[in-house]
Every structure is written in C-alpha cells, then in structure tokens.
C-alpha cells in the first residue's frame, strides 16, 4: 500500500474492502486474547488467593511458602499475552509505528520475566506429584528457547531487520502462550480419563508447546518478507 495524499475519492467497494481487511487484521489479536483468557484468568484467581491468605492446598503450599517468583510470573505472563497479542494487528502496526515500538518495550521485559520465573519456579519450587523428570526437561527446554527468541527478536530490530524481528518475537510469544494451547491438550484427557499421569501430563503439556512453534513457524513462513519501516 502506498501512502500519501490523493485526489481521488475511494468508490464504495474499496471503502467496503478496506473495512473487511481491517475487522480480518483484528482476527489473529482477538484469538490469541482469546487464547490467553483461561490463563490468566487463573493468574488472576491465584493472586486473590496469595493477597487473601489461602485456600491453602497441598498444590499451593510452594507458592505461600515463596510467592515472589509466582506473583512475578503471573503479572508478566497476564502483560505479555495481552499486549503481545496487540502486536500482531497489522493496521495498528502500520498505523501507529510509535505505539507498536512503546508496547514492545514493555512486552519484551514482561516475556524475559515470565520466562526467567518459570526456570526458576521448575528448578526450586517442590515439584508436583505429577511431575516428571521429562517435564522439568520440557519446561527448561522451552523456558530457555522463550528467552532465546526474545533476545534474538530485539537484536534484529536493533539492526532494523524488521523480518527476523517479527520471526523471533512470533517464536517467543508462541511459547509464552504454551500455557493457553496446553488447556485444549490436557483438558479433553481430564475430561474423558481424570487426571493424567507423569508421562501423559508430560506429553500433553510438551504438545502445546510443539503446536503453538508449529503454527508459528506456519505463520513466518508465508508471511511476506519486509523492509524496515521508520518506527519499527
């Protein structure tokens, strides 16, 4: 699209095609938000518990007993899933270059917060009954490539290369969002058989995390290569 002033008034079926094309830019936003809603609300739900003083249960004793690390990851986790979403609207994008460059500085923060406490809780809080060996393997493998990503993202925007930028941080935002994407794959089993053991949890959780870089890796793919926009 090319940008400037024009003489020439829009008929009625680009005005109409321009409309659609905006409410389609919002589609990816709206469900990654959507995504994110059962997360944090339960981040959410947590909090009140910590502030409040309890139910404490045999699960949560580990976050009353250090609730730093927790209250950190939950705030951050809530801060990068929906701002990050707000990243992908492209006509916000284009439209306010100032905006998706202030929102950036506050999302890259939040998502090396959230994945720096995640290590930390796999490596020092006691771990669940049902945990595993392969699923601390699993958080630490993706906590690291999270963190990873984001650096990678914000080097190549350092260096104005818009394209690996927006590679990176659609990689790191996929696996902040793991947490989203592992209810619809642990949800059904507990539907249908209760509570999975420390293999299938395993399992299940890994494969939200290997969907969510699968259909990332789709999106950067097919997404058109660019060049750097002032503000960008």
């Known amino acids: 699209m ?20 905006r409410r389609t830019g ?16 339960a981040g959410a739900t947590r909090l009140g518990q910590l502030t409040g003083g309890g139910p404490v ?4 004793a580990r976050y009353f007993a250090t609730p730093a690390p ?7 986790v809530t801060l990068f899933s929906l701002l990050g979403a707000l990243q992908f609207a492209h006509g916000l994008r ?5 905006w998706h460059r202030a929102a950036g500085r ?30 601390v393997g699993l958080r630490l493998a993706f906590g690291t490539l999270m963190i990873v990503s984001l650096v990678l993202g914000f080097a190549a925007i350092r260096r104005r290369d818009v394209t690996g930028h927006r590679a990176w941080m659609t990689r790191g935002y996929a696996i902040g969002m793991g947490a989203g994407t592992q209810l619809l794959t642990v949800g059904p089993w507990m539907a249908l058989a209760g509570e999975p053991g420390p293999l299938p949890r395993a399992l ?7 969907i969510n870089l699968a259909v990332a890796e789709w999106a950067i793919r097919r997404a058109p290569k660019s060049r750097p926009r002032p503000g960008e």
């Open 2 to 21: 090319t940008e400037g002033i024009s003489t020439e008034r829009p008929t009625p079926a680009r005005s109409g095609s321009s409309g659609r094309n």
């Open 26 to 41: 919002w589609l990816v936003p709206a469900a990654l938000i959507a995504l994110s809603t059962v997360p944090v609300i």
């Open 57 to 60: 249960t045999q699960d949560s």
């Open 70 to 76: 927790v209250v950190a990851h939950i705030v951050a």
């Open 94 to 98: 284009r439209r306010r270059p100032a």
């Open 106 to 135: 506050l999302v890259v923060p939040a998502g090396l917060v959230s994945a720096f406490s995640g290590l930390w809780m796999t490596l020092f809080y006691p771990p669940l009954q049902n945990d595993s060996a392969l699923l």
């Open 204 to 210: 299940l959780m890994g494969a939200g995390w290997v």
